[in-house]
């Protein structure tokens, strides 16, 4: 048994040649010295006798006077900023929570691997460590792979001699070496200079279909679409490039994404906590553009949305609404601070009127206003609450002022209500029986144009329909994924008729045609994304 004071998650590796050797590193729950440890290191422990209790041993821990063996599970080159002369503040991002895996080398128990960012490696049983890969490198044949590492693994074949091929798995996909006994950066001199890690990787990112998307927007005509992916920034796609080329054109984490119907060169996107850009040449270059929007409460993914009754408005929000109404030369409040409990998670603007907007917390309220553009700092939005919990989209049905469906996340509760007098009173459409939706967090609701009875939900199970507005519920068999669809977008189809896109997280992008005045969606379309 291992329990120390202070353990938070803890990954465990065996040594395949000495199977009595066991390594375990642990992030910490406590803020360690100077503050900067709580989920970075705790300690690596190791065991030679089977992890029976008593037989565990601090190989190194976040009081190790070498301090690049601190940095296991914290973002390292941030952390090393006045080293390297580039700032006059170090940045610690401790990642353990999210990013934290150890692995032995298959032929040699001494020698570990271990990563939260970047991958590290020990020659000595975990005393002390190098740094293997630089998440910032640059180029072919050189020490970077993507950061925040999930997974290592070796070949099936690995002898350390012949096969030394050693896998790597995270937010960027997967990566290999083979040359994983190369020298690596030992010092904190070495951390700044990638060429320091004479390993080398190589990404064997094709036709895997695995992006993870938070949001997307088709453009008109719907050839062409911009979506944000968690970690791996906003990416344009198109039809013409198809599903393997997609292109960066957005840094950090992309979030929502917005394109302007009238002017399509007018693209708006943004990175993690509001990193608000806009695009005036369809997406290929970005500038900043959330000057006065300053809000300490905007969610890791902010949520903004267009007025498509006027594309150069846009909402978002945090501890309180923002509005820009030109196209996002400046920012304004548009409501009290905090408009109440929790933050903003969703808006939507009414079809026809942009006077009606509506927005949902993280708290479960849904906030509304009957002038919401002549809402200032000191506005207050009425509210009610369809219930507690994280309200993850807000839409209003095709050509009514009126009628909101809002969506809910988490487990336990119900997950989708209507309001069809302006968010006054709700009611659950999640139905009964075996015609009632699971008991899954839904992220996103999109009604059919076309056929307002039409309902599609982005669940964790993948896209669940519903033809008679809400009261029954099918699970969508068109042969999509049961994957986590975290939105949902309609856009134009073929002969002019709707097509539905889903931009999931973790199994790329798909849309389908919406077939007219029939039951179900056509047999057509498939994944466009990686």
Excluded at 195 to 221: K, L
Aim: proline share 6%; aromatic share 12%.
């Amino acid at each position: 048994m291992l329990s120390q004071p202070g353990m938070g998650r803890t990954t465990l590796a065996v040594a395949p040649s000495r199977q009595n050797t066991i390594y375990a590193l642990s992030a910490s729950n406590v803020p360690g010295p100077g503050g900067r440890f709580e989920q970075g290191l705790h300690a690596v422990y190791r065991s030679t006798a089977g992890g029976n209790p008593g037989s565990w041993r601090v190989q190194v821990d976040n009081t190790d006077p070498n301090r690049i063996n601190t940095l296991l599970l914290t973002n390292p080159v941030t952390s090393a900023y006045t080293d390297c002369g580039w700032a006059s503040y170090d940045s610690w991002i401790p990642m353990g929570w999210y990013c934290n895996v150890i692995a032995v080398d298959p032929v040699d128990p001494d020698i570990v691997w271990a990563a939260g960012v970047d991958l590290f490696r020990s020659d000595n049983g975990g005393r002390d460590w190098g740094v293997a890969s630089y998440w910032w490198a640059a180029g072919e044949d050189s020490s970077f792979a993507h950061a925040d590492q999930h997974a290592i693994v070796f070949h099936p074949d690995f002898d350390g001699v012949g096969n030394t091929r050693m896998f790597s798995a995270g937010d960027g996909g997967i990566f290999s070496t083979d040359n994983p006994y190369d020298p690596v950066a030992t010092t904190i001199d070495g951390l700044c200079d990638p060429n320091h890690s004479r390993v080398i990787f190589r990404d064997y990112n094709n036709n895997m279909g695995i992006t993870q998307f938070y949001h997307g927007t088709p453009y008109p005509g719907g050839d062409r679409y911009i979506a944000g992916a968690q970690d791996n920034g906003t990416v344009l796609g198109s039809d013409g490039l198809g599903s393997e080329g997609w292109r960066f054109v957005l840094g950090g984490d992309g979030g929502y994404t917005a394109v302007d119907p009238s002017s399509p060169n007018i693209v708006y996107a943004e990175s993690q906590r509001f990193g608000f850009a806009k695009s005036t040449d369809g997406g290929a270059s970005f500038d900043d553009a959330g000057y006065g929007a300053n809000d300490a409460g905007f969610l890791f993914i902010t949520p903004f949305t267009m007025d498509l009754n006027e594309p150069r408005r846009l909402w978002t929000g945090g501890y309180r609404l923002w509005r820009t109404d030109d196209g996002a030369s400046r920012w304004d409040a548009a409501s009290r601070s905090p408009i109440g409990p929790g933050q903003i998670s969703a808006i939507a603007v009414a079809p026809g009127n942009s006077q009606r907007v509506v927005a949902g917390t993280s708290e479960g309220d849904v906030y509304r206003s009957e002038s919401a553009l002549w809402a200032t700092g000191s506005s207050t939005w009425e509210s009610t609450r369809p219930r507690a919990g994280f309200v993850t989209s807000l839409a209003f049905e095709p050509g009514s002022q009126d009628v909101i469906y809002a969506t809910y996340a988490g487990f336990g509760g119900r997950h989708l209500w209507r309001s069809e007098n302006y968010g006054q009173t709700w009611e659950s459409l999640d139905g009964t029986g075996s015609a009632a939706l699971p008991d899954i967090p839904v992220h996103s609701v999109a009604v059919d144009p076309e056929t307002p009875s039409r309902i599609y939900l982005g669940t964790d199970l993948g896209v669940f329909t519903s033809r008679d507005r809400g009261r029954t519920w099918a699970v969508e068999n068109t042969g999509f994924a049961n994957a986590v669809t975290e939105w949902l977008a309609i856009g134009d189809g073929p002969e002019g008729h709707p097509r539905l896109f889903a931009f999931t997280h973790g199994r790329g992008a798909w849309r389908v045609d919406l077939a007219p005045n029939q039951d179900a969606p056509r047999r057509a379309g498939g994944r466009v994304a990686p």
